[in-house]
């Protein structure tokens, strides 16, 4: 069976200038996670979705993220425009309903110059 | 507030040695507590978790952990440390009836030839 797929791998983008990420989950998984994690530290929640729908979405900086998870399957993060802090790795994480274990994935390094 | 403290940012064994990386968490409820491994360039990876039941648990590769209410830790060990074992490893918690996991700051382990 597949893990969660996450691409790209990595990414370097200047200040100001969009970026996305794209989350495959595992199949069958309902709850879908995107986390934040800066150097040396652990992951932070930025989203969580049960199905299409956003059921956590209170640490996401909703001024310049933006998520969705169309058709409850995949999901994409964007960043519009990206800013020196944004520089971090961005994990997708997925579980069954009742969460209990999450399964990461690999992660995207992003680093804006 | 639900937190996670490692205490430990960066440890050192010879390989073949025991290992004991701490984590202490402060939750309200009843929690559920996971121990994550991040090799460089990974996403993480479940080694083991706490539900209920017997308060030491065992986890894949050797590891296990003991869950000490009193104390409200939930300590990792290993009797014999191999230099696969160098990784980044972070502590969590989630309430019994939350997704929301609440990670550690991370221990980095550093084996000795």
Redesign the interface.
């Known amino acids: 069976e597949a893990g ?1 797929v996450q691409s790209p791998r990595y990414k370097i983008i200047e200040k100001k200038q969009p970026v996305a990420f794209w989350c495959n989950p595992i199949s069958g998984h309902n ?1 879908l996670y995107w986390y934040r994690q800066n150097l ?6 930025l989203i ?1 979705y049960e199905n299409e729908e956003a059921v ?1 979405d209170s640490q996401l900086p909703k001024d310049r993220f933006s998520a969705e998870r169309l058709k409850g399957v995949d999901s994409t993060l964007k960043i519009q425009p990206a800013e020196l802090g944004d520089s971090a790795v961005y ?1 997708c ?1 997925s ?1 069954n309903r009742d ?9 995207t ?1 992003l680093t804006v110059t | 507030a639900q937190s996670v403290t490692q205490p430990d940012i960066h440890i050192t064994v010879s390989e073949g040695a025991s290992l004991e990386l701490r984590c202490n968490y402060s939750y309200g409820a009843t929690p559920y507590l996971f121990w994550y491994v991040q090799s460089p360039g990974q996403g993480l990876q479940l080694l083991l978790k706490y539900f209920s039941g017997d308060t030491l648990v065992q986890g894949i590769k050797g590891f296990e952990a003991e869950f000490k209410r009193s104390q409200s830790s939930f300590n990792l060990r290993k009797p014999s440390v191999h230099w696969s074992d160098a990784a980044e490893y972070f502590c969590a918690v989630r309430g019994s009836s939350a997704s929301k996991i609440i990670f550690g700051s991370g221990t980095r382990l550093s084996i000795r030839p």
Do not use: H, I, M
């Not at chain 1, 040396?40 to 929640?45: I, V």
């Open positions: 969660v709850t040396g530290q652990g992951p932070e929640l969580r956590d994990l994480a579980s969460g209990a274990e999450q399964y990461f994935g690999p992660g390094r």
